[in-house]
């Protein structure tokens, strides 16, 4: 059964680099499967920021393409977000996500990491 | 980049009734080489993630209830509860996966009248 776990800080200022990581268990992130990040600003809807394949290949956000980067770490089974030049508007509950599907991008989001609250505050 | 609408915002049924939640794409989510249309709901309970319930427009997810079904194609789709259980207080949200980015509608706030 795939698992999914975010982790990284809870806190950042203004202008700086957001990490965080998804660590997954239960299956081989190097395998198949695009996996993303979406985020949820407090009482607010979904916005997606980004995917990536194990290949490589990585899609983002244009909103956000300029501020995020999105790498594997298949050593350790995780991947990870950086978004830079954070501000108060980044503040979000991130979440870290599997495609249900091997293979594409088109598709739904069938397994979801429980989610961890960035808050970006002076 | 593909806006998804969805009507009401918020909805109050009553146990056992039917609960409807609609959802409207700016652009067709119909890819006509497979006929298939790229639209799929979730639900989100407060303090968890988002649960995939429904793909392909009306393909139940594994494990997902009978009560719940998805309708629509092209533009235009509707999730429906048929008999709206005390669990199913959530929001719901419908997404796009046709093009990237994928995008999500803002939601509908179901409630137990």
């Known amino acids: 059964q795939v698992q999914l776990q975010e982790s990284g800080p809870g806190l950042g200022k203004p202008s700086e680099t957001l990490s965080l990581t998804c660590a997954v268990s239960?299956?081989?992130?190097?395998?198949?499967?695009?996996w993303g990040w979406i985020r949820q600003p407090p009482g607010k809807g979904l916005e997606w920021i980004g995917s990536?394949?194990?290949?490589?290949?990585?899609y983002y956000n244009p909103s956000l393409k300029s501020r995020v980067t999105i790498s594997l770490e298949t050593s350790k089974n995780q991947f990870s977000l950086r978004l830079s030049s954070v501000t108060a508007a980044d503040t979000a509950v991130y979440y870290c996500?599997?495609?249900?599907?091997?293979?594409?991008?088109?598709?739904?989001?069938?397994?979801w990491g429980q989610g961890t609250l960035v808050t970006v505050s002076s | 980049d593909i806006v998804m609408t969805q009507s009401p915002d918020s909805l109050a049924v009553s146990l056992g009734e039917r609960a409807t939640i609609n959802c409207k794409s700016n652009?067709?989510?119909?890819?006509?080489?497979?006929?298939?249309?790229?639209l799929g709901w979730y639900q989100q309970k407060p303090g968890q993630p988002p649960k995939l319930l429904i793909y392909?427009?009306?393909t139940r997810e594994s494990g997902v209830p009978d009560r719940f079904s998805g309708s629509g194609s092209g533009t235009d789709f509707t999730l429906t509860i048929s008999s709206l259980q005390a669990e199913d207080v959530a929001v719901y949200y419908c997404?796009?996966?046709?093009?990237?980015?994928?995008?999500f509608g803002q939601g509908t706030k179901l409630e137990i009248k």
């Open positions: 990536m394949y194990h290949s490589g290949n990585t």
């Open positions: 996500a599997k495609y249900r599907t091997g293979g594409t991008v088109y598709d739904a989001f069938d397994i």
């Open positions: 392909w427009a009306s």
């Open positions: 652009q067709s989510l119909l890819y006509s080489s497979n006929n298939k249309n790229y």
């Open positions: 239960g299956y081989s992130i190097s395998s198949a499967y695009h």
């Open positions: 997404q796009q996966y046709y093009s990237t980015p994928p995008s």
